[in-house]
């Protein structure tokens, strides 16, 4: 059961250090209640207080991290239903599906795409974080998950066969996979191959109830690092499972629901344009992980965008620094352009100026990340 912030507080040190932050331990405890923070942020505490903490105040969905290095894909730890009630925390994780349907010389193709594959936006690289490969042939999956790893990106494994998913999993544990997906049928191997290589694991279930129950079965194995997936046939029923799933785990802290939910719209609609509209929801409510089969930029690039858009801060807009930045050459004859140092604002400005040829002098104004119109109704942009 979750503890209150008082709770919390009598359980800390009452040292007011500001070690872990914040100005006192009540603040701290306060934000340990909530989720906000995780203990290890306190280095006061014992081990064994730490443990106890941790888990009557963890984030009610569990981080779960794919992949290791800079490249590894972190989801949950959310703490919210909405974003504007405080900030969703990590983006979903979109990976790209390779199954038996792809022949080797389009695996080779997919993967050397996949690697070059990026794009820019208001300043940040932007990209398909990961890889799913899928066969129910070991040699096949062992071979291409094999492939797959060399790219450095995280891998998910994909087979309803045990055997298949050890034979893969095995020589690339290091890569820290995810593992899909043990069902009612294969529960008792694919559980084991998990805690045996230390590795997340995927539960299937049809529907929520079902998904759900595996996932206390898990918890009841050992496992803790655990994405759910229920299996739904329509988007109507995705979105009704991610969305009970979220306020079960959000609201009433049940502790099997609150795990990130994988999501697949590549395998429930047939037409491209369906697909990315499909994922969009998913991207937007509640997925950690989402399927997609295609890297054509008509469509990555706006699932991308929104997973930039929906995963910022609201209350702290992307900036740029203040400064003054020198376009196409400028020279002392120049003109100076004055604009505020919202990103979006900044990277519009400068590459319209860019394109035009024109040297010029980029004169950037910290308004702590508002735009032109919203700055000058503020009176942000009055020096005075």
Known sequence: MALSGLQVYKLLPKTNCKDCGFPTCMAFAMQLAGGKVEIEKCPHVSPELAAELGEAAAPPIRKITVGVGERAVTVGEETVMFRHERRFEHAPGLALLLDDSVSADTFDALLETFVAQEFERVGQTLRVQMLAVASEDADRLAGRAARASTTEAPVVLMSAS??????????IADHRPLLYAATSANFDEMTALAGELGLPLVV??????????????????????????????????????????????IKKRVKEAGFPMFAAP?????DPMQKTLYASFFVCKYAGFVL????????VYPLLVLCQNIYTDPQRPMQVDQGIYPLNNPG????????????????TVAGEVENSRMPAWLMVMDVEGQSVLTAWAAGSTNTG
């Open 292 to 299: 997609i089969d295609s890297l054509d930029p008509a469509h």
């Open 162 to 171: 045990a055997a298949a998913l050890r034979a893969a999993a095995t020589p």
């Open 204 to 249: 299937k279930g049809s529907g929520l109830e079902e998904t759900t129950a595996l996932a206390a079965k898990a918890l009841g194995a050992g496992l803790r690092d655990l994405v759910l997936d229920s299996s739904p046939a329509t988007l109507a029923d995705a979105l009704r499972d991610l969305t009970l799933a979220r306020r079960a785990a």
């Open 332 to 347: 002392a004859d120049s003109p100076v352009l004055l604009t505020t140092n919202f990103s979006l604002t900044y990277y």
């Open 266 to 270: 590549c395998r429930m609609a047939a």
